[in-house]
């Protein structure tokens, strides 16, 4: 593929992703921030974003499984987890964990634990949409490069 | 994270050498900030990072509170700015706000996904000079180094008013400052804030040591006399042509009138939001005796005034700290910022001001050290500290020391306060004799400010000889004013409360606040005792840092923490012990100052934070301390009694109120307070 095509393709993915709400204006704040001497910024900040999110996510579980539930814990998480998402401008992310933590205060853990698994979905989705994003940039750079 | 400190020096020298005028910054300054950035979530702190360095500022990350607080106390004037989230697993964001304030008097920003109202009013109350919703915008980071300026702008101001002006390396400051101190006040009194300052700065700057210009200086008496013309005409119809006329004072010009006119307004206008009551002070600053702590809000402009005018200050002062602390005590979110602000009185300490709890016949064993920097005592403290900031400063013309006879109470405070001056400090009993009085009819703090006050001015007149009392006689003036406006203004101006907490009546930024506080901070200065803080400065060059000066902090802090539960008596105490000490010079910090005031009368038992705040503006004012004093960050005195060895505060401040003045030396050593203007 040459690198206009590459080009126009990585143009076209990344107005899609903005188009159907996955990443808010957040993720331009990222991209703006991008230069020569942190090319792959963007990048390293969604990696890092997933893999701390991870943890949250698997503290979260542990504590939706426990009973009794404590909402104020959850609550934390969640409220780190939203600062997080927004933080990268995963739009749908952000708005599950505020559903979420509608739940929580009201003590819904049945909404809670819906909600999660919607959040979760929500989260896996952004991140394989993200990867191939970036492979489509990182190979169109190559392109260009060659 | 990577905890990258490095620059920092190195953007201190450039980026500080430029800084120097208050208003002056370096060329390239924003560039070289030096932000520390306290967050838990790595994304967001990657994300900070190269937003901030995009802004070219020098940026450190830490992922705990706990770091943080230790990077900052390991280099204290290794950063200009701090921000922080409010959510971290070790330590409550708000707390490290807190700490911040009062151990390094940073600017610090809070931050946060939640956006709700109680959220970011409690960073407004802690003392945060601003509140980032997440996720944060590079366009708000931007503009985050107006929050330093501010802030070095207000401690300038401060120690302007202070009259600590000798000191070299705050030339900038010290032109202003000059006005202040040096006998000639230059009229001082509306030198200060406003858009004064950026006259003075101008002015002054050049003008290493004395006033360049003649300007005039609203002593004691002038201004007592403006006020009886005002009040004679009566503050609605009072018109500067017509208040001239009164006043009949040759080579007055209706300029000179008008602006101080204005000032007066201001002050007025801060006091009635504080306290509502200012007809009634000025009731009882006609009658020092009594003493009367009508409505301080009156009195603290009026009071410090007629008092330092009258000589009577101590009687007035103390009034004045009534009608302020009485204002105060429905005021109690003034404290906060007293506290926070207060710093800067604080940082005074007045030695001599040993508030003694009000009950005490001055027994000079107080020192002034209430002043500490603890306004604890103080309960409606914030007032208090107000007006005895503000006292101070008129003490400081009045040496009414006389009033050791005032008020029963009230005069044992203030005798105390006169005590300690014969200490040799400044503040000699006017200050202290100021607040005797208020202890005693007020039954609340409000002496301890009226005492702080006074104590600072006290300091200031005594230290005359360096900048020709500036504080002295411009600070009566705006001590008086101070009183009343500090809890305001400390917060507003001076006092880089930020958010003031407390001090809500002293929103009202108006010119007198920051006359107020600079002239606070400037008689503050003078307290010989409260070297402490001209130590401290001494040997720091003001550069733009915030802190510089020498003012160990968390001396400061600790006046400030006692202050929420103590009584000022230890705060006193600690002051004493620094001031003598710390003969430095100018800076007296205050520290006794600060403290003493707060014991007036409250000195042992309440000294909540609400003390502390008024005081620590007297504090910082008088030290000419040009870093800022003013504890910005966190007006929430009460957080640090917990840190700082409160018991040992008020131990100290008890002891105090026995009437031995335990000088809790080195308890407050003002670390926090960039006093290094304070001329040694």
Known sequence: MDTKHLKQQVAYVRKSLFDQGYLDDQFMQLEDLQDDANPNFVEEIVSSFYSDSARLIHNIEQALARRPVDFSKLDDYMHQFKGSSSSIGAKKVKMECSQFREYCCAGNIEGCIRTFQQLKQEHATLRRKLEAYFQLVRQTGQGETS | ?680
């Open chain 2, 1 to 680: 994270m990577n905890l990258t400190n490095g620059k920092g020096s190195m953007s201190t020298a450039s980026s500080s050498a430029a800084w120097r005028a208050g208003d002056v910054v370096p060329d390239q300054f924003p560039a070289g900030l030096r932000v520390l950035v306290v967050d838990d979530d790595p994304t967001c702190l990657m994300i900070l990072e190269k937003m901030l360095r995009t802004c070219l500022y020098e940026v450190t990350k830490c992922n705990r509170a706990e770091t943080a607080l230790s990077l900052l106390r390991e280099n204290k004037n290794g950063y200009d700015i701090v921000i922080s989230d409010v959510h971290m697993p070790d330590m409550d964001g708000f707390k490290l706000l807190e700490h911040i304030g009062l151990e390094m008097d940073l600017p610090v920003i809070m931050m946060s996904a939640d956006d709700g109202k109680s959220v970011v009013m409690k960073g407004v109350t802690h003392g945060a000079c601003d509140y980032l919703i997440k996720p944060v915008r590079i366009e708000a980071l931007k503009n985050i180094w107006q929050h330093v300026v501010r802030k070095k702008r207000n401690e300038w101001k401060d120690l302007e008013q202070s009259g600590s002006v000798e000191e070299g390396d705050r030339q900038p400051k010290q032109s202003e400052e000059a006005d202040y101190s040096s006998s000639a006040n230059e009229g001082n009194w509306r030198n200060s804030k406003k858009r004064k300052d950026e006259e003075e700065d101008a002015e002054e700057r050049d003008d290493t040591s004395t006033l360049k210009k003649p300007r005039v200086v609203w002593s004691v008496e002038l201004h007592q006399q403006f006020v009886a013309a005002v009040n004679q005409l009566g503050i609605d119809k009072a018109v500067p042509k017509k208040i001239l006329e009164l006043m009949n004072v040759p080579g007055l010009t209706r300029e000179n009138v008008a602006s101080h006119l204005q000032k007066y307004r201001l002050y007025l206008r801060r006091l009635s939001g504080v306290s509502q009551h200012q007809n009634n002070l000025t009731n009882s600053f006609i009658n020092p005796q009594e003493a009367s702590y009508g409505p301080l809000s009156s009195l603290n402009g009026l009071d410090l005034q007629t008092l330092a005018a009258t000589g009577q200050l101590p009687a007035q002062s103390l009034a004045t700290l009534q009608a302020a602390g009485l204002g105060r005590s429905a005021v109690k979110s003034r404290m906060p910022m007293p506290i926070v602000d207060q710093r800067n009185l604080f940082s005074f300490e007045n030695p001599k001001l040993r508030f003694g709890e009000g009950q005490q016949q001055i027994s000079s064993s107080k020192p002034m050290n209430f002043l500490h920097g603890i306004p604890t005592t103080m309960e409606p403290k914030q007032l208090a500290n107000l007006h005895h900031s503000a006292q101070s400063l008129g003490g400081m013309n009045m040496q009414v020391n006389a009033h050791g006879g005032q008020g029963g109470q009230g005069d044992s405070l203030l005798m105390q306060m006169s005590q300690s001056q014969s200490r040799g400090q400044i503040l000699n009993e006017t200050t202290g004799s100021h607040v005797p009085t208020l202890p005693s009819s007020i039954g609340q703090p409000v002496l301890p400010n009226a005492v702080v006050g006074g104590v600072l001015a006290r300091n200031g007149l005594a230290e005359n000889g360096r900048g020709t009392g500036y504080i002295q006689v411009s600070q009566s003036s705006s001590m008086l004013n101070f009183p009343l406006n500090s809890p305001a203004e400390l917060s507003g101006n001076s006092f880089p409360l930020g958010s003031a907490p407390g001090i809500s009546s002293l929103t009202s930024k108006g010119t007198f606040q920051e006359e107020v506080n600079s002239e606070i901070k400037g008689s503050v200065g003078f307290m010989p005792s409260y070297d402490i803080f001209s130590d401290l400065n001494n040997h720091k060059s003001h550069d733009w840092e915030l802190h510089n000066v020498g003012m160990t902090f968390n001396a400061s802090h600790q006046a400030n923490s006692l202050q929420s539960n103590l009584d000022v008596g230890s705060s006193v105490l600690s002051h004493q012990g620094f001031s003598s000490s710390q003969r430095t010079g100018q800076n007296r910090n205050i520290s006794a100052v600060g403290k003493p005031i707060f014991t007036a009368g409250d000195a042992t038992d309440h000294v909540n934070a609400n003390n502390v705040g008024p005081l620590n503006t007297f504090f910082d004012n008088s030290v000419r301390v040009k870093s800022e004093i003013v504890p910005d960050a966190n007006c929430d005195t009460n957080i640090f009694s917990e840190q700082f060895g409160q018991e040992d505060l008020m131990s100290a401040l008890l002891k105090q109120q026995q009437g031995g003045v335990a000088p809790a030396e080195n308890e407050f050593d003002f670390d926090g307070y960039p006093l290094d203007n304070i001329p040694v």
